[in-house]
C-alpha cells in the first residue's frame, strides 16, 4: 500500500516540478551512453561505430524520455488542468452567458449560505464550553404546571446529596440591572446573572483575565461582593483595558469588585440574552436580584432560604449514556425523598399520588438554552425548504443555458468527437465547466451571504436593539456547506446538458447548417426543466402567500384594548430603593407631571407593563366554589395597576366595578379579573362578588374586563387578576400612556416629563405599544418577508427560463412560422400557437405542483394562524399569479412569432 | 505487496534490478544493465535503456534511492542503491515468486505427465 502512495506522491511532485527532472534524467542518458560507447570502444570499435552501437544498444532515447516523463505526471490531473484552462477560455469568450448563470446561481447560494449560516447559529451551535455534550439540564416532570425552576435549597440538597462527577451548578435568569463603574457619573444598563460557585467549573469555562468565581464565592449570603464581566463586555464597556480587575463597580446599588474577565465568545448559556456580568447566587438580596411580584409588594426578604421561591435553573456535566443515567438515578433518589416528605403534607390521596409521580430528567444541554431556537426553528426548516428550491430553479435555469449553448456549440463538439476525444473525457471537460460556474457562483455567493446573513441577523432581532441574539457568520460549517453546494449544483445543472450534447450525430452535426439536429428530445428536456421550475415555484408562491396572510391575520388580531395611541415607559422604581411612602407620593406625581404634557389623555402605573409578562404564577391560589381536580394547579398572572388604568390602556369593564380611592390599604383586597380568568374558573356564573386566595378566600372580584393580548398575540389569553395599587404600594414597571395623537410624537417629552420627577428613577425605555405589538411578531414579519423574497426570485426565476426557452423555440422554428405565414396562417393565430405552447408548460408545472403543494403545506399548519395551510384563496391565487406572470413572460417571443416576414424567414435557411 | 499486480515482464525486470542493487551495492544504470545481462548469460538482450522505467518506478514506490556520484572512471553518473522497504519487498516478491513457480512447475509437470 505504501508504495502505491508514494508513487502518486512523487508522481505529483513531478507533475508539479518537472523541468528540472528531465534534464536531470537526459545527463542519466548522456552518461549510460557514455559508459556503453566506451565499453565499445575498448572491445575495439571504431568511435563513430562505437556511439552508433551503443545508440542500439541503449534502445530509443526520444522513447525513453517520453516514458520517463509520462511516468512523472498524474494524467489525471495532468488533463484536469486543462480541462479547467479550456474551460475558462471558453467561459470568457462568452461573457453574457457567464456573467448571467454566476449572478443566477450566486443569488441562489448566497441565499443558501446566508439562511445555513444562520440555521447553524440558532439550531447546530454548541455552546463555547469544554465537552459541551456532557452537559445536562436538571427539569421536573410533572403532570401538572411548574415553574421548571428550583429553589436555592432544592438545589443545595442536590448538589451536597449526590455524588455527580462532573459537578452541578445553578443560575437565576438574565435580568437588566443597573450598573455605575467606580469613578463615574453615568449609569447604565447590564445584563446581569446569578450563579452558584460550581457554576463555571461545571462548564469549564476559564479566564480571559483575572479569574471566574469559584465554589469559595458563594458561602454566606450578601458576603461575596465579587463580579465577573464577560469579554465582550469588556471589550464594549472597557475597551479591553488590562486594569479592568480589581475595579470597583454599583450593580443595583451594592458595590461589587470586578475580579476576572470571561473567555472569548462565552456570554452564558442563553442564546438570545447575553450576560454583561455574573454574580454569586449569595448576592441575591444586596444586588436586588427580584423577579417576583406579589400583591402585598414583599419580596424584600432574602430568596436564598426560601422553599417556596423557585427560582434556579440547575446543570450538571455527565457522559451521555451510563454517566448520565447513573447521575439522573442519583439525583432522583435525593430528590424522591422530598417528595415523599412533602407528599405527606397533602391530605387528597388522589393529589398526593400525583404529587408522588413527580421525577427529575436530565436534559441535553451542549447547545444551551435559547427561546430562539423554538420559535424560530420551524420556521427556519421551512426557509431552509424554500431557499433550497430556489437553488433548484436556478439550476434548472443554468440547464437550460447550458443546453441552448449546447446547440450552438454542436459542431465543436462533433469536431472534437470526430478527431478522436472520448465521450468521457468530453463530459468531464463541459462538467469541468458547470463546476468552474458553480465555484465562481459559491465565492460570489458567499460575499451575498455576509451581507444577507447579517441583515437576516438585524431583522430578527427587532427594533429591541442591544446586541443581536443569533451568532450567526461565516464560519467553518457555513464554508464548507457553501463549498458542498457549489459542487453539487455544478453536477445538478451540468451533467444532464454534458450526456446529452455529447450524444451528437456526427454526419449531420457536422454539415454547415444541420436543420434540426436530434429531433425534439433536447427541447422535451428543456420543457420539462421549465415545467417542473413552474411546479418549484407554485410551491414557494403558495408559501409565501400563506405567511403574508397568517401575518395579516397576526396583525389584525383583537388585542383587547386599544393599542393605538399608547406609549408604554418601563420605569424601575425597585432598584432605586424606595420606601413605600416615597413611592406613594413619586406614584402621583409621575401621574400628574405627565399628564400635563401636551398630547397626553391620561396616565395610569401598573407593576408590569402590557406587552411584558407578569412573572408571578402564585402558588397554591384557591377560588372559592372551584373545585381543582387532583393535582391541578391554579395558575393566575397578576398585575397591579393604579387608578383610571382601565380607561387609560382601553380595556373595558364588562361587569362590575373599577377599582376606586375608597380601596386602600385598610380595606379588604379587591381584584377584578378577565374573562379568561372567569371562563375557566366560573364557568357560566358570575364572577363579581366571589372570592379567591392562599390559604384563606381574602380577595374579593369586583369586577371582570375583556382579555388583553400583546406579548403572545397568536396565544390564547392567560387567566389574569389585578390588584389595586392603593391597596399595598409596591415598586412598579410600567407607566402606561394614552395619548390624542401619534404617539410617537409624544415620547420624548413623557419621557422629560417622567425623568424630571425624580433624576433618582431609572427609566428604561419608551416605546408605542403599537410597535410592541410588531415587534412581537418579528418573527412572522421576518418569515413573511423572507418567503416573499423567495417567492418573487423563484417567479422571476421562472419566468426567466420560461422566456428564454419559448424564445429559443421561436428562433428555431422561424423557418417554419414563415411557411406558415406564406401559406396564411393569421398573426393571431400564430401569436395564440406559442402562448398555448407556453400554457400547456405551465399547466404542466401547476398540475404537477399542486400535489406537491398539497402534500407539503401540511408542514407548515402549526407556524400559520387563523387559516387552514390548504388555504383555497391563497392557492388559488397563488395559481393565478404563477399563469400571469408566464403569459407575460411567453408574450415577447409570441409577438416575435407574429411578425417573422416569410420572405426574410425563407431566406435565411 | 498487495494490490499491486505488475505485468510478469516488468515485475521480474523489477525484481532482477533490486536483487541486483541488493547483492552489487550501489550502481549506476549502465552498471544494473550490464550486470543483468551477465547474470543471463547475454540470454536477456533486452536494450539497456528498459532499465530506466523500472528504476522510476522503484524510485517511486521508495524501494529504491539515487544519487549523483563519480563512477570508477571518473564520470559522472547516478548511483541507485536499494533501501530498506526495498530489501523487504525484494524478500516478499523472491518468497511469492518461488512459490508461483513452483506451482507453475507442478502443474506444467502433472499435465506433461498426465497426457
Redesign the interface.
Known amino acids: 500500500?505504501?508504495?502505491?502512495l508514494?508513487?502518486l506522491v512523487?508522481?505529483i511532485r513531478g507533475w508539479l516540478w518537472g523541468r528540472s527532472a528531465n534534464e536531470?534524467?537526459a545527463?542519466?542518458?548522456a552518461?549510460?551512453l557514455?559508459?556503453?560507447t566506451?565499453e565499445n570502444v575498448r572491445r575495439g570499435m571504431a568511435p563513430e561505430e562505437a556511439r552508433r552501437a551503443a545508440r542500439v544498444?541503449?534502445?530509443?532515447?526520444t522513447?525513453?524520455g517520453e516514458?520517463?516523463r509520462e511516468?512523472?505526471t498524474v494524467p489525471f490531473l495532468e488533463t484536469l488542468a486543462q480541462d479547467i484552462r479550456y474551460g475558462l477560455r471558453t467561459l470568457r469568450k462568452s461573457p453574457g452567458f457567464t456573467s448571467v448563470a454566476v449572478l443566477t446561481l450566486a443569488l441562489g447560494i448566497g441565499a443558501n449560505s446566508a439562511i445555513f449560516s444562520v440555521f447553524d447559529g440558532v439550531m447546530l451551535a454548541s455552546l463555547p464550553v469544554e465537552r459541551p455534550q456532557e452537559l445536562q439540564k436538571i427539569r421536573e416532570e410533572a403532570r401538572t404546571r411548574t415553574s421548571g425552576r428550583f429553589s436555592y435549597l432544592e438545589f443545595q440538597r442536590l448538589r451536597d446529596g449526590t455524588h455527580v462527577s462532573g459537578g452541578m451548578a445553578a443560575m437565576s435568569r438574565v435580568v437588566d440591572a443597573d450598573l455605575r463603574v467606580d469613578g463615574e457619573r453615568e449609569q447604565e444598563l447590564a445584563k446581569m446573572q446569578l450563579v452558584s460557585g460550581e457554576y463555571f467549573v461545571v462548564l469549564g469555562v476559564y479566564p480571559a483575565l483575572g479569574r471566574m468565581l469559584t465554589p469559595d464565592d458563594d458561602l454566606t449570603m450578601d458576603g461575596h461582593p465579587v463580579a465577573v464581566i464577560s469579554s465582550s463586555y469588556w471589550q464594549r464597556r472597557f475597551g479591553g483595558a488590562m486594569d479592568v480587575v480589581g475595579k470597583g463597580i454599583t450593580l443595583n446599588g451594592a458595590h461589587l469588585t470586578i475580579v476576572g474577565v470571561g473567555p472569548r465568545k462565552f456570554t452564558g448559556v442563553w442564546m438570545e440574552e447575553p450576560v454583561d456580568v455574573w454574580v454569586p447566587l449569595m448576592m441575591q438580596t444586596d444586588v436586588r436580584y427580584a423577579q417576583h411580584y406579589s400583591a402585598s409588594g414583599d419580596d424584600t426578604k432574602p430568596w436564598i432560604p426560601q422553599e417556596g421561591i423557585r427560582w434556579l435553573d440547575i446543570i450538571l456535566r455527565a457522559k451521555p449514556g451510563e454517566e448520565a443515567t447513573t447521575a439522573a438515578a442519583s439525583v432522583n433518589s435525593v430528590y424522591q425523598q422530598w417528595v415523599a416528605r412533602k407528599a405527606e403534607t397533602i391530605g387528597d390521596s388522589e393529589e398526593r399520588k400525583l404529587f408522588l409521580q413527580r421525577k427529575l430528567v436530565l436534559d441535553p444541554f451542549s447547545r444551551g438554552s435559547s427561546s430562539v431556537r423554538r420559535e424560530f426553528g420551524g420556521p427556519l426548516f421551512v426557509l431552509m425548504g424554500m431557499v433550497g428550491l430556489v437553488l433548484l430553479i436556478a439550476c434548472a435555469n443554468i440547464a437550460n443555458l447550458l443546453l441552448a449553448r449546447g446547440e450552438a456549440r454542436q459542431r465543436e463538439i462533433a469536431v472534437r468527437l470526430s478527431i478522436g476525444a472520448g465521450r468521457f473525457r468530453l463530459i468531464r471537460q463541459l462538467l469541468v465547466e458547470s463546476l468552474l460556474l458553480s465555484g465562481m457562483a459559491a465565492a460570489l455567493g458567499l460575499l451575498v451571504a455576509q451581507w444577507s446573513s447579517g441583515l437576516l441577523v438585524r431583522l430578527a432581532s427587532g427594533i429591541g436593539g442591544g446586541p443581536p441574539p443569533i451568532r450567526a457568520g461565516l464560519d467553518a460549517p457555513v464554508l464548507l456547506f457553501t463549498s458542498g453546494l457549489a459542487v453539487a449544483t455544478g453536477i445538478l445543472f451540468g451533467l444532464a446538458p454534458a450526456l446529452r450534447m455529447t450524444r451528437v450525430e456526427l454526419s449531420a452535426a457536422l454539415k454547415a447548417r444541420a436543420f434540426q439536429v436530434h429531433g425534439n428530445s433536447r427541447i422535451s428536456l428543456t420543457k420539462m426543466l421549465v415545467a417542473s421550475q413552474v411546479a418549484l415555484s407554485l410551491l414557494l408562491v403558495v408559501g409565501a402567500g400563506l405567511f403574508g396572510r397568517s401575518l395579516r391575520n397576526l396583525m389584525h388580531v383583537d388585542s383587547g384594548f386599544d393599542r393605538q395611541h399608547l406609549l408604554t415607559v418601563r420605569i424601575d422604581t425597585k432598584s432605586a430603593g424606595y420606601s413605600k411612602a416615597e413611592l406613594s407620593t413619586i406614584y402621583q406625581r409621575l401621574v400628574e407631571r405627565v399628564e400635563t404634557v401636551p398630547g397626553v389623555r391620561s396616565v395610569a402605573i401598573a407593576a408590569c407593563g402590557l406587552s411584558d409578562q407578569c412573572y408571578n404564577f402564585e402558588d397554591g391560589l384557591q377560588i372559592e366554589g372551584y373545585e381543582a381536580h387532583a393535582g391541578e394547579q391554579i395558575l393566575v398572572q397578576g398585575n397591579i395597576v393604579g387608578p383610571k388604568y382601565f380607561s387609560t390602556v382601553g380595556m373595558q369593564l364588562v361587569e362590575g366595578r373599577d377599582f376606586s380611592e375608597l380601596d386602600t390599604e385598610k380595606t379588604p383586597i379587591v381584584a377584578i379579573v378577565n374573562e379568561a380568568l372567569v371562563g375557566r374558573y366560573f364557568a357560566g356564573r358570575s364572577a363579581v362578588g366571589q372570592r379567591f386566595g392562599s390559604g384563606k378566600y381574602d380577595r374579593q372580584i369586583i369586577g371582570v374586563v375583556r382579555d388583553s393580548r400583546v406579548s403572545s398575540i397568536q396565544e390564547a389569553p392567560v387567566p389574569m387578576a389585578y390588584y389595586f395599587l392603593g391597596q399595598g404600594i409596591p415598586p412598579t414597571e410600567a407607566i402606561e400612556v394614552r395619548t390624542v395623537a401619534d404617539p410617537h410624537w409624544s415620547e420624548a417629552e413623557v419621557r422629560k416629563a417622567a425623568a424630571e420627577v425624580d433624576p433618582n428613577l431609572p427609566i428604561r425605555s419608551v416605546m408605542a405599544v403599537s410597535d410592541q405589538v410588531r415587534d412581537n411578531l418579528t418573527e412572522e414579519r421576518l418569515v413573511a418577508f423572507l418567503t416573499s423574497a423567495f417567492g418573487g426570485l423563484a417567479l422571476g426565476l421562472a419566468c426567466f427560463g420560461l422566456y428564454g426557452v419559448m424564445s429559443y423555440a421561436v428562433a428555431r422554428r422561424t423557418s417554419e412560422l414563415g411557411i406558415r405565414i406564406a401559406l396564411g396562417a393569421s398573426a393571431r393565430q400564430l401569436l395564440w400557437g406559442v402562448l398555448l405552447e407556453s400554457l400547456a408548460l405551465v399547466g404542466l408545472g401547476v398540475a404537477v405542483g399542486l400535489p406537491a403543494v398539497f402534500a407539503a403545506s401540511r408542514f407548515l399548519s402549526r407556524m400559520l394562524y387563523g387559516l387552514s395551510p390548504n388555504d383555497p384563496l391563497t392557492i388559488s391565487g397563488a395559481t393565478l399569479i404563477l399563469v400571469a406572470v408566464a403569459v407575460l413572460a411567453a408574450f415577447i417571443p409570441a409577438r416575435r412569432a407574429m411578425r417573422v416576414d416569410p420572405m426574410v424567414a425563407l431566406r435565411y435557411e | 505487496m498487495p494490490g499491486e499486480k505488475p505485468g510478469i515482464l516488468q515485475g521480474t525486470l523489477d525484481l532482477m534490478v533490486l536483487k541486483t542493487l541488493e547483492t552489487m551495492g550501489p550502481q549506476h544504470g549502465y552498471g544494473i544493465a550490464r550486470r543483468i545481462e551477465q547474470i543471463s548469460e547475454d540470454a536477456l538482450q533486452l536494450n539497456q535503456g528498459t532499465i530506466y522505467p523500472s528504476l522510476t518506478r522503484l524510485l517511486q514506490k521508495k524501494w529504491i534511492s539515487a544519487e549523483w556520484g563519480t563512477s570508477e572512471n571518473n564520470r559522472k553518473a547516478k548511483f541507485y542503491s536499494i533501501t530498506r522497504a526495498g530489501r523487504k519487498q525484494l524478500a516478499h516478491e523472491a518468497r511469492s515468486w518461488e512459490r508461483i513457480s513452483g506451482v507453475i512447475g507442478r502443474v506444467l509437470k502433472t499435465v506433461a505427465s498426465g497426457e
Do not use: P
Open positions: 500500500m505504501m508504495g502505491w508514494w508513487m512523487s508522481r536531470d534524467f545527463r542519466e542518458l552518461s549510460h557514455e559508459m556503453l566506451q544498444r541503449l534502445g530509443g532515447m522513447q525513453i516514458q520517463h511516468m512523472q
